[in-house]
Every structure is written in structure tokens, then in C-alpha cells.
């Protein structure tokens, strides 16, 4: 399961206000391949694509991709403050470790899988 913290939780109210979005509308968050770390968050406020698992907690829906679900189980996602990055933050428990900027992890049981330059195209 994942959860959203208190403050996550008033952020996104705030966030879904701002953009005036529809009730079924909330925070989808998944995962891709890429960034420095071999998998990088995704965040969206959209409604539920097929087969997305939906959370309400306290009034606001996380829905989570498919595709993502075993790589986000047990996660927290939480919203800091900081003066050079504030924003939401996922506390994940399936990372072996995280990138500097907490955008991207590698998972437990790929460690050593991921070469960042393959994702790099030239031009």
C-alpha cells in the first residue's frame, strides 16, 4: 500500500484546486526507465488510466500505474519545503539506492542492471 503524509495530503488538495480539477482527477504517480539511477518517478494530476490502482486518503486519489505497482508497493510519498527544491518526494523502500536529487532509484534486485548511456541519444 502506499500512502500519502499529512502534508502531501494538503498539498495536493492545494494542487487540484489550483488547476480546478475534476473529481476523479488526482496525483498518478508511476515509474520509467531512465534518469541516473536506472528508474525515474513519473507525477501527473490526471484521471485513472486502465488498470491503475486508486487510493483515497483524507479526500484526494493517488492513482498508480500498472506497469509501476510492484516498484512503488509500501512507498510514502510526502511534499517538502526547501528554499532550492521543494516539491513531492517518494520514500520508497524497493530502492537499493537514489540518485542526489531523489528523482530516480535503482531497485532492489538490479543492482549493477542499469547503463545510463544507454538512454542517451545523439544528435
Request: hydrophobic share 30%; charged share 25%.
Amino acid at each position: 500500500m502506499i500512502t500519502l503524509t499529512n502534508t502531501a495530503v494538503q498539498e495536493l488538495k492545494r494542487l487540484l484546486e489550483r488547476k480546478f480539477a475534476s473529481p476523479d482527477e488526482g496525483l498518478r504517480l508511476g515509474i520509467e526507465k531512465g534518469g541516473c539511477a536506472g528508474m525515474q518517478y513519473t507525477m501527473e494530476i490526471e484521471a485513472a488510466r486502465e488498470g491503475d490502482q486508486t487510493l483515497n486518503q483524507d479526500g484526494v486519489l493517488l492513482h498508480v500505474a500498472t506497469d509501476s505497482k510492484s516498484y512503488l508497493e509500501g512507498c510514502q510519498v510526502d511534499y517538502s519545503f526547501s528554499l532550492s527544491d521543494s516539491g513531492f518526494k517518494i520514500i520508497n523502500p524497493n530502492a537499493a539506492r537514489s540518485c542526489g536529487c531523489g528523482t530516480s532509484f535503482e531497485a532492489k534486485g538490479e543492482e549493477g542492471t542499469y547503463d545510463p548511456a544507454e538512454d542517451c541519444t545523439t544528435k
